[in-house]
Each structure stands twice: as structure tokens, then as C-alpha cells.
């Protein structure tokens, strides 16, 4: 009845959506999500530590190291 969530990433329309890390220029601290390119909605995912924070972002959501944008 209580048992542990198993963390997976959500299930959504990959279509439309690019990979972003938005860095923030006073304090360094970076988080990783995706924009909508019909909307230019930020959805922000998860808050990166490390690069580990990133591969996982990338890996559940599917999303190429390459793909991803940087914005300050």
C-alpha cells in the first residue's frame, strides 16, 4: 500500500520539444528541461549537481548530449 515510487521519467510527446539547461550568470546554479517550440514554454526537469544529473536527464527523457541547448 505504501511501497516506494520507482522513479521513472513521465511519459510525454517528444515532438516539438528541445533540450535545454538554463545557468544562472550570479549564481552558477544550472537546471535542465525542455522548451516547447510552439509555445516557447520552459518546463524545467530536474536540478543538475553533477554531469550524472544531466546523463539521467538525458537518458529518461531520450534527448542527445548534442541536442541540448545552453541559455544564460
Known amino acids: 500500500m505504501f511501497g516506494r515510487r520507482k522513479n521513472a521519467a513521465p511519459r510525454y510527446d517528444r515532438t516539438g520539444k528541445t533540450p535545454v539547461v538554463r545557468s544562472s550568470i550570479c549564481t552558477g546554479e544550472k537546471v535542465a528541461g525542455y522548451r516547447d517550440a510552439a ?34
Open 39 to 72: 509555445t516557447g514554454r520552459f518546463v524545467e526537469v530536474v536540478l543538475i549537481r553533477s554531469d550524472g544529473d544531466l546523463e539521467r536527464f538525458l537518458a529518461d527523457y531520450g534527448f542527445r548530449r548534442d541536442e541540448v541547448k545552453y541559455e544564460w
